[in-house]
Structure formats: structure tokens, C-alpha cells
């Protein structure tokens, strides 16, 4: 695998950073959703991050990552195997699975493995992409030209965090739970409603248009490219930081409160914005806590509230007819109505 540019080293993409680390904090947040220029550097983001989280421990052996320490969520495999003794266990790293657009269904949820049944005669599971991205992210580049069935496809399996396969006489099922990180244009298609609606925090991603930092973008590629170890370590003690910052970040989300004051104005805004159902109070308030974990905060304040809230709506709120303003100027106006 080629080594990934160091997380740490990315200049800019501050809001694509933001999400990203919060999705690393806590998955439950939903997935992220990029929209930018074509090679705005979108997925060494996703890759950077991914290369940068701690290695998770699975089940040796395991073709769907199951977690040793979560046997409830175990697979059939090793429900199986772990009635037999005891389970090794091994460290991998976190993966991040592309998805392609032209991928099947088969591809995709997993399928009958032709060569064994024809081989053999046995019946056996070829587990597919969703099963690689266990525990990891999904990344699918161009989101908006999926086809509309691997959609519906990919909404079932994140609501549920489970992919059920049941043909060819094969029934099975085994844990999917994945970061979905889609990337998109919007002037090349739209996104169907419902799948904007599931991802948590949607981000834009910009070439920057500033001279110091394309100097710095430009400088550091090519220092990465032309000697990728020395890069790297220069990098890192940054990165070893950043690491130790997510990791106290997960064990310290359980204990951050969110008051009732902060849940309020999560749900003042969404009223304000008029976004659908309640998705978008749940994100804030979510998105909020992650952030605070990973500031080091006891509580929710509104500081992490108005860091989060443009990127949890941005993407739920419908197009008003008598306001033409940008969708980011009427979130930033909402935020300044109700935090003064
Ligand atoms: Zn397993």
C-alpha cells in the first residue's frame, strides 16, 4: 500500500479536517460529504486520516474485521470459532475502501464464490466492499452519479449497520458499520434527498486562493513525493499528537455532558432553518460533543455548537423560493440570530 501524506502536513481544508476528526471521534455522527473542485486533495484526507488512526485490533483470521472485544457483533465465523476456544486477535489498520462507481451489487454486498461452489460444490461467501470497510470508511468519489439501487443499497446497510445477504441459497449476515465519506460536485448532478439526509456533516473543499498557502501546498507535495520517508518522519511527532488527541478523544466522549441550554439552541436553529425531522439537532448535538471531547471539554458550549452547525445543515436545508441566498449564508445567519 502506498504510504499516505501525513494528516498533520495537509494545508487548509480546515472544515474537511474538522469532520473528519470528528467522524474518527465518533462514527455515530454519520457519514461526511465533500463537495469541491476536482483535485482539491479530498481523498488524501480520508487516506491521511486513516492511516493516521490507532491500528484496530480485530479477530485474526476474520473476513469482516470483527472486534475481539465486541463478541455480541461477532459474524457467523467467528460465533463459530469462538464456541471452538478461544479467539487470536491482531492489530490492522484502519481501512478505507473505494467504492467505484460502475461497481455491482455482487461487488458491493458480497456474493456466492463461483469458483468454490464450481470447484467444490460448497456453498461458500465471497464477502464484498462492505465488508472490507467495517470499522473503517467507505469512499465513494462522484457520490452524486451513483446508480439510485447501490444507493438505496448503501442507505439500508448504514441505517442498520448490518449487510444481509439472502441469494443463491445463501443467507448471511455480518456487522457494516463505516465512516461513508462521499465526495461530489453539485454541478454535475444532484444528490437525492435522502441520501443528503444521511450524512452527518457535509464540508466544501476549496483550492485555496491564497498565495502563501499554495506556495506551502506546492512545497510540501513535492518534498513528500521526492523523499517520502524523510517526510514522513519529519512529520511524525505531529502526527503521534494528533493520534494521542483522537485517541483520549474516543475515551472521554462518554463523560461530555450536553446541557439542556445547548440542545435547545440546536433545535432553536433547525426550527429557524426549517430542516426536516430531527436529524439536524442530533447532528449538532453529537458533532458538538465529538469536538469537545477533542478539545479537552467537559461540557458542550456554544462554541462548539456554532463550529459544528454549518457543517451538520449546509446540506438539509431546502431551497426557499423567496430567499436566493447560498444555503452557508442562511446557516450563518440563523447562527447569528440565535447566538447574538
Ligand atoms: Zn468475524
Redesign the pocket.
Known amino acids: 500500500m502506498a504510504t499516505a501524506f501525513p494528516f498533520s502536513a495537509i494545508v487548509g481544508q480546515d472544515e474537511m479536517k474538522l469532520a473528519l476528526l470528528i467522524a474518527a471521534v465518533d462514527q455515530k455522527v454519520g457519514g461526511v460529504l465533500a463537495f469541491g473542485d476536482r483535485g482539491s486533495g479530498k481523498s488524501t484526507a480520508v487516506r491521511a486520516l486513516a492511516a493516521l488512526l490507532p491500528k484496530m485490533k480485530v479477530?485474526a483470521g476474520?473476513?469482516?474485521?470483527?472486534d475481539p472485544d465486541r463478541p455480541a457483533e461477532?459474524?457467523d465465523?467467528?460465533l463459530a470459532r469462538a464456541g471452538k476456544g478461544a479467539l487470536k486477535s491482531a492489530a490492522v489498520a484502519v481501512p478505507v475502501v473505494d467504492l467505484p462507481l460502475g461497481a455491482t451489487e455482487d461487488r458491493v454486498l458480497g456474493a456466492l464464490d463461483l469458483e468454490r461452489a464450481l470447484a467444490r460444490g460448497e456453498k461458500a461467501f465471497e464477502p464484498g466492499l462492505l465488508a472490507r470497510a467495517h470499522r473503517g470508511f467507505l469512499y465513494i468519489d462522484e457520490v452524486n452519479l451513483l446508480e439510485d439501487h447501490l444507493v438505496d443499497l448503501l442507505l439500508d446497510v448504514a441505517a442498520s449497520g448490518e449487510n444481509v445477504v439472502e441469494r443463491e441459497g445463501l443467507s448471511i449476515r455480518?456487522p457494516a458499520r463505516f465512516v461513508l465519506v462521499g465526495t461530489g460536485n453539485p454541478e454535475e448532478g444532484e444528490l437525492r434527498p435522502q441520501l443528503l439526509d444521511r450524512f452527518g456533516l457535509s464540508v466544501d473543499v476549496k483550492t485555496p486562493n491564497d498565495l502563501p498557502s499554495r506556495i506551502e501546498i506546492v512545497r510540501r507535495r513535492d518534498e513528500f513525493e521526492s523523499d517520502t520517508a524523510a517526510f514522513v518522519a519529519k512529520w511524525t511527532r505531529e502526527e503521534a499528537k494528533l493520534r494521542k488527541k483522537i485517541t483520549s478523544a474516543r475515551e472521554r466522549l462518554p463523560v461530555v455532558t450536553v446541557p439542556n441550554a445547548a440542545v435547545e439552541r440546536a433545535a432553536t436553529l433547525c426550527m429557524k432553518l426549517g430542516t426536516d425531522g430531527l436529524r439536524g439537532e442530533l447532528t449538532i448535538m453529537r458533532a458538538a460533543r465529538a469536538l469537545a471531547a477533542l478539545e479537552g471539554a467537559k461540557a458542550v458550549t456554544d462554541a462548539q455548537l456554532r463550529a459544528v452547525a454549518p457543517l451538520a445543515l449546509r446540506h438539509r436545508l431546502r431551497r426557499n423560493p423567496l430567499d436566493d441566498a447560498g444555503s452557508g449564508v442562511r446557516v450563518e445567519r440563523a447562527l447569528s440570530e440565535v447566538f447574538g
Open positions: 479477530v476474520c473476513r469482516y474485521n470483527c461477532f459474524c465465523d467467528c455480518h
